[in-house]
């Protein structure tokens, strides 16, 4: 995709802001001390951003590889740069993690690493696995959108809706399909031997 002018001056400009407020920020933590309040708050930032962005990456190669399923993908994007952003208010309100909303940023964690899991199982589809790695892929993607849901409940009711027990059995369910997969590829065995493996 070709830019153009305008397009390539706004960049610029981007790109210099960008440069101007990491040397403010940089300039503020030399001056804060050794345990200062803003490096406490870019430090954070920093693992936020190292986060979302390899759960929004995970939805981008989604909608890039699969486009039938391409939706996904952006609903995977849109939840991690919420979940990023609901990060960036607590982290940077006047009292640090005490401001903010910490339950919309559960809500979107949850929804952006569950997206993001997903994405990385549909991305990876290929059009030659067997029905037993078929049947593993959705039983592990509905075991992450029951354990979305569980867990939303649970931020929703404060730990009093779902309990431990129940998620742990989900999880466990989850674990397996997602390491069953590559397992049975890497034996290299036709769809039907597979299969009877997994029976």
């Known amino acids: 995709m070709s830019l153009t002018e305008r397009d390539r001056s706004l960049l610029q400009i981007l790109v210099a802001l960008l440069c101007v407020g990491a040397f403010v920020l940089a ?17 954070g930032t920093a693992i936020g951003l190292a986060v979302f962005s390899l759960a929004g990456a995970t939805g981008v190669e989604l909608a890039r590889r699969r486009p039938d399923v391409a939706l996904l993908g952006y609903l995977t994007v849109l939840a991690a740069v919420a979940a990023f952003a609901a990060l960036l208010d607590m982290i940077w309100s006047y009292h640090v993690f005490e401001g903010g ?6 809500y979107t964690l949850l929804l952006a690493l569950g997206g993001s899991q997903c994405s990385l199982l549909l991305s990876h589809a290929r059009p030659d696995d067997g029905q037993a790695i078929r049947l593993l892929r959705a039983a592990a993607l509905l075991a992450i959108g029951a354990l979305v849901v569980m867990g939303i409940a649970e931020i929703a009711e404060q730990g009093e809706q779902v309990g431990v027990k129940p998620m742990a059995l989900v999880a466990l369910v989850y674990l397996l399909g997602t390491v069953l997969i590559p397992l049975l590829r890497l034996t290299g065995l036709p769809a039907q031997e597979q299969q009877n493996l997994t029976q």
Do not use: F, H, Q
């Open 27 to 43: 300039v503020l933590v030399m001056a804060s001390g050794r345990t200062g309040l803003t490096a406490t708050r870019v430090l």
């Open 101 to 106: 909303n910490p339950r919309l940023l559960g």
